[in-house]
């Protein structure tokens, strides 16, 4: 499992930047190609990321490149230029159904295989951003083994449908769901929205936890001061994971004497907290926190 706690916009255009996100202990670095760049910077943006690939050292962040939609005549020239220089993964905006999917993965094999890359080595992460992808989460999931992740994209997505986007995002709350519930179905991980009010650290707080109790794996960040803050929200407590280790043993223990359900602290447990004991360790591991369990 890949930690992706907190995924940091980068534009793609501004080497000093990149260069300022690795040093921030991110989980992933996205470098922008689409909205974070000006239309006559993209060519600009393309060299810049090429550089940051080829010469810096990430150390333990993803290396993410976000490019063009589909709509811009641009994503084919983006995948070509950026795909020989091996990101880790790459974003895929505004997509709309699994034929969007199907035709970036098509081209993806062909550049790794001209490139003599291992096959699907490149993942795929994709944003949920407009009402018809919301409408056809199942198929888009299903659509390539190489998808990692969705992201859901809560701004273009109020745009969409012409929502007016609040502050407690309630007008959100169905299609925020339906991502993290369609990624949860396919095995997949959800990244959450961004807070733009990034100087709002309380409220930055409440809606990091908010999503983390929702299912979210991580959140997208747009300035370097929401890191922490994002990446301590998803990041299991020792006494979370204290409990968890506790209720697995006792788990084991008590399979070993025929037992199935059982009790710890008047509290009932059984196939279900156990399944969250053992998801709430396995990010607690991608996180880097049981070393020394």
Not at 192 to 205: A, R, T
Request: glycine residues 6%; aromatic residues 6%; hydrophobic residues 40%.
């Amino acid at each position: 499992m890949i930690s992706r706690r907190a995924m940091l916009y980068m534009p793609g255009d501004d080497l000093h930047k990149i260069q300022k996100a690795i040093t921030l202990g991110v989980d992933s670095i996205c470098m922008d190609l689409e909205d974070g760049v000006a239309l006559n910077r993209k060519e600009a943006a393309r060299q810049t990321i090429i550089e940051a690939l080829d010469s810096l050292n990430f150390g333990k962040a993803e290396r993410l490149v976000r490019f063009n939609s589909m709509r811009s005549g641009l994503w084919r020239q983006d995948i070509e230029a950026i795909t020989p220089h091996r990101p880790d993964g790459i974003v895929f905006p505004k997509c709309t159904d699994s034929a969007e999917v199907v035709e970036v993965c098509e081209l993806l094999n062909k550049v790794e295989k001209r490139c003599g890359i291992p096959a699907k080595e490149i993942g795929l992460i994709v944003l949920i951003e407009t009402a018809l992808a919301v409408v056809n989460l199942p198929r888009i999931c299903q659509a390539d083994e190489r998808l990692q992740a969705l992201i859901f994209g809560a701004e273009d997505l109020a745009g969409d449908i012409g929502a007016v986007r609040t502050r407690d995002a309630h007008e959100m709350f169905y299609a925020r769901s339906a991502v993290v519930l369609h990624a949860s179905a396919f095995g997949l991980q959800a990244i959450d929205m961004v807070c733009n009010d990034y100087k709002d650290i309380e409220h930055l707080e409440r809606e990091s936890r908010q999503g983390a109790e929702m299912g979210f794996s991580g959140k997208q960040v747009i300035h370097p001061f929401q890191v922490p803050v994002v990446q301590e929200a998803y990041t299991p407590n020792e006494e979370s994971i204290s409990s968890a280790i506790f209720i697995l043993r006792t788990f084991n223990e008590q399979q070993l004497n025929g037992v199935g359900a059982f009790s710890i602290d008047g509290k009932m447990v059984d196939m279900p907290v156990v399944k969250t004991a053992e998801r709430l360790l396995e990010r607690a591991r991608a996180a880097g926190k049981t070393e020394n369990r």
